[in-house]
């Protein structure tokens, strides 16, 4: 992952630190773990939403053999798959329709279901085989296991960690009945204020983009 180099124990460290009440709520490691693993993933479904040029990549993968309805299997990317934005095959843009309207878009076309990419049709090729998609995509953070070790990688890049550090604290200080509503509030501001330098950064990196196309965002995601 892009300048990620730190575990989960830093993160773990870091709020422990934030208040002395805080520690002895942490003795059940799964809890931690889990926590983090939460924010993490929530941190990498909002990038994937503002953009598409940072924790991004693309590969290549080989479709099952056939003449028509030929699926591509993305459960297996590594680091994993958060949202697609391109399929090519043979330089030419596969376009995803829903497999309830699959007329939506002109050819070649595709319809996700699970983890894997289907063909509609022959629209692929019409020569039976297999064919190479090169898949560009959003990618999400590699699972942090609730029932491994402390000293599991983050996915977060280092200079946002505070992001799953405030989080984190924040938790611990609203799980503790009777804790001050400013330690909460404290912690909170970090990892918002974090979160909102980390997609200002974002939306800034890769210069002014042109664009003559509205991409939406996921249902049911606040805009």
Avoid at 135 to 155: E, H, K, R
Avoid at 188 to 199: D, K, T
């Amino acid at each position: 992952m892009i300048g990620a180099t730190l575990t989960a124990q830093y993160v773990m460290d870091r709020a422990a630190a934030f208040s002395p009440l805080n520690p002895p709520l942490m003795s059940i490691v799964e809890e931690m773990l889990s926590r983090i693993r939460f924010c993490q993933r929530s941190v990498f479904t909002k990038t994937s939403m503002r953009a598409r040029e940072y924790l991004t990549t693309m590969t290549t993968l080989t479709s099952s053999y056939g003449s028509g309805g030929r699926t591509i299997d993305i459960s297996q990317l590594n680091p994993p798959v958060e949202r697609i934005f391109q399929v090519q095959i043979n330089g030419v843009t596969i376009n995803m329709v829903d497999p309830l309207d699959v007329y939506a878009e002109l050819a070649p076309r595709y319809y996700p279901q699970s983890l894997k990419l289907y063909e509609v049709g022959n629209d692929w090729s019409s020569v039976t085989g297999s064919l190479n998609a090169v898949v560009t995509y959003c990618y999400a953070p590699t699972d942090i296991s609730p029932f491994g070790t402390t000293a599991q990688a983050l996915s977060v890049p280092d200079a946002w960690v505070d992001i799953l550090v405030g989080d984190l604290a924040a938790y611990l200080a609203h799980k503790d009945a009777g804790r001050p509503v400013q330690d909460i509030a404290t912690a909170r501001q970090l990892s918002e204020s974090r979160l909102s330098e980390f997609m200002m950064y974002l939306d800034h990196t890769a210069g002014v983009r042109s664009i003559r196309l509205d991409i939406p965002h996921p249902t049911g995601i606040p805009q």
